[in-house]
């Protein structure tokens, strides 16, 4: 029997005590052997939960006993979570993670504790929930020189986008809907501003260019500024708002933002809906690979941490090899990054277009969807001379980016 | 240095030959040693290639030279490659694979005899291309239990079928077009007549439910008879015609069947056009998850042999633990697998639903496309069931089922 101890019991941990528990057979036809679960730590008490005799509330407890193989993290946030994770290394017990606050602040770090002490730190449940991601790009995509990796990462803003294209809603009454339904967090902010899906790109990131990227380092804009009528003109244009988070190499230097995009029916995120998560990975030789699948959830998350136990277990006493470095990746300057906008101005017809011409050079005509405006769609340009050009044309109403198909 | 020889030069084993050269240093990286090719075996000889140098046109040579650590078998076909395999494996060479004609064909036995000799018989480029689909299945879904795995798993028919769909051409022109252009071999007929995507499933099915299921077992059906009406219809309302191949489990009972299907867009297989792939796989607590990419070509396919090469590598002196059992999974009677059926018949709009509603019972009416008949939506029936309505009804210009949401 692999001993397991499970640190917190919030919806994530008690998913895996349920995945561990339903699916034991496939467990054991896998590994020969039987996954107990000997502890879980939380601070609540759970009456009638069925863990009231498992239940501790002193890592001291777990920390002291010999017999536990395998850690699994699902607390969320830095500490202790950090403090608990290092000491469980540092004793040989192999971690498996949910937590992807931590793995973006100290993955590199904890992954080379890890590997001194034979140990393994496993994070697949921090990206995508249980889509399988964090496996490709270690171990499928190895004969790759990964070029981009480009995701729909956070569920809760992709069903609230999903749902103003599909109702014609603004942002803040679907937003509401998604809050009563429990979709959406009552502090949505994390979702909603793009902070969940900058963490998530900065851990692919380091995994996919081999380098620590500090997710303090990525631009960041949320869909809070999205409104009916953007849709609306995505709509007209048959593309879809989503949120995309991107890291890419271009040549020397490395770029990654979080924004809202338009996407063309060309690229295989336009179908990526309601909660469901989608990572492109452009590579040398592969081309184009897609990963897709409930990117949150109870069980679809608790699923990939329940997989990283057994590989853990599969693979006592031997580390996998991570090739993410701790050294720094630097993001170049986000002004340098080149895009094409979409561009919503007040004025006629002419009025814009004659301004569009004077500032940014030459555009492509959208038909204006609302009074007293008109659009247009950039060529690629830099950050920079976007902003620059938006502060002296004035009178814009909105601007999002364009993803190239 | 890993020593690797490559059986046959042909398309697939050119491009594992590139693709180790252009990428040897990220090889180096994952492995702290490089990936020498000692040897290519093809009948041909390649003046000018690069290869004349290792070329030999003996597998003795191969088989007698105990520096020789991995051997890339991309020759095709069951002879000489079954036995060329298995003289590798039980020799303790790792074999890496694109063959999926041997993998379907002998696959659980090969593994085991890896096994037996600590050595690994990988064939992730069998299917999909260079879509990692076997090591999600083998690694990341541990924790599920598998239900369905549906696939666009042959890049050829779908390139036919979209484009057909884009340019509202029927079957034969489009087939021409596409062999000119050399997407389509000469001699099409596995790929158009879903052969190739039989392989394939059978391929994953023994993967997903740990049994080996034989290929000569699945109903198979191509997409020769699709015509541009049909294709004016499926536009009509708003859906696809897909190849689609498909394993499931119902109960105890296993399904599996290789057929065109109108697929909605709310499946995520909707997007997934031209000669790209892609594998649905609904599982017990991670629900849908889909696996996108190329599923054919020189370099694509080539990368994912690479990959396994290097996991090969990796692991040289263990086995990676397969549950592929040799134990047959019976597929169940074809005749009792549900399907719903979109079906065209000949007359007025009276008749043909009153000749539906006497012959299959509740259908929803599908507004003609063609002159001299009509078309309906079945509820889900039994295929036997379908098939005596059919007879009897008569006048059926054609029919093709309907995938559900």
């Not at 956070?154 to 809907?177: C, P, Q, S």
């Not at 029916?265 to 909660?275: A, E, F, I, T």
Request: glycine residues 10%.
């Amino acid at each position: 029997m692999i001993q397991v101890a499970v640190l917190g019991y919030g919806t994530v941990g008690s998913g895996v005590v349920e995945v561990i528990r339903t699916n034991q057979e496939g467990i054991v036809r896998e590994l020969n052997e039987g996954i107990h679960i000997k502890y879980v730590l939380d601070l609540r008490e759970f009456p009638g939960s069925g863990i009231e005799d498992i239940l501790v509330h002193d890592y001291g407890v777990i920390a002291a006993d010999p017999e536990v193989d395998i850690i699994v993290e699902t607390m969320g946030g830095l500490h202790p979570a950090y403090e608990f994770t290092k000491q469980a290394l540092e004793a040989g017990k192999s971690v498996c993670t949910s937590n992807k606050e931590l793995v973006a602040a100290h993955g590199a770090e904890l992954l080379s504790i890890a590997a001194e002490h034979q140990a393994n730190y496993l994070y697949e449940a921090s990206v995508g929930g249980g889509i399988p991601i964090i496996r490709p790009l270690n171990y499928a995509l190895t004969a790759e020189i990964i070029e981009e990796v480009t995701g729909i990462l956070n569920g809760t803003a992709n069903y609230i986008l999903t749902r103003m294209k599909n109702e014609g809603k603004d942002f803040a009454e679907v937003l509401k809907d998604a809050q009563d339904l429990g979709y959406a967090e009552r502090n949505p902010e994390a979702d909603v501003e793009g902070y969940d899906a900058c963490r998530k790109i900065a851990i692919l990131s380091s995994l996919a260019f081999c380098r620590q990227v500090d997710y303090k380092d990525i631009y960041t804009e949320g869909i809070t500024k999205i409104t009916a009528t953007d849709i609306k003109y995505a709509n007209a244009m048959g593309k879809s708002i989503k949120l995309l988070a991107t890291g890419k190499r271009d040549g020397e230097a490395f770029f990654a933002m979080v924004a809202p995009f338009l996407v063309g029916s060309g690229n295989p995120l336009y179908m990526v809906n309601d909660v469901y998560n989608g990572i492109l990975v452009k590579s040398n030789m592969l081309g184009d690979t897609m990963y897709y699948g409930r990117g949150a959830g109870k069980l679809p998350t608790a699923s990939a941490v329940v997989a990283d136990v057994i590989d853990a277990a599969r693979h006592k006493g031997s580390t996998a090899k991570f090739l993410w470095d701790k050294r720094k990746l630097e993001v170049e300057d986000f002004g340098k990054c080149r895009n094409r906008f979409f561009v919503r101005m007040e004025g006629t017809k002419d009025e814009v277009l004659q301004a569009a011409g004077e500032y940014f050079g030459k555009v492509t005509p959208v038909e204006a969807q609302a009074e007293g405006e008109y659009a247009f769609i950039t060529e690629a340009m830099r950050e920079s001379d976007f902003a620059e050009a938006a502060g002296k044309a004035g009178r814009i109403v909105n601007r999002i980016r364009v993803k190239e198909e």
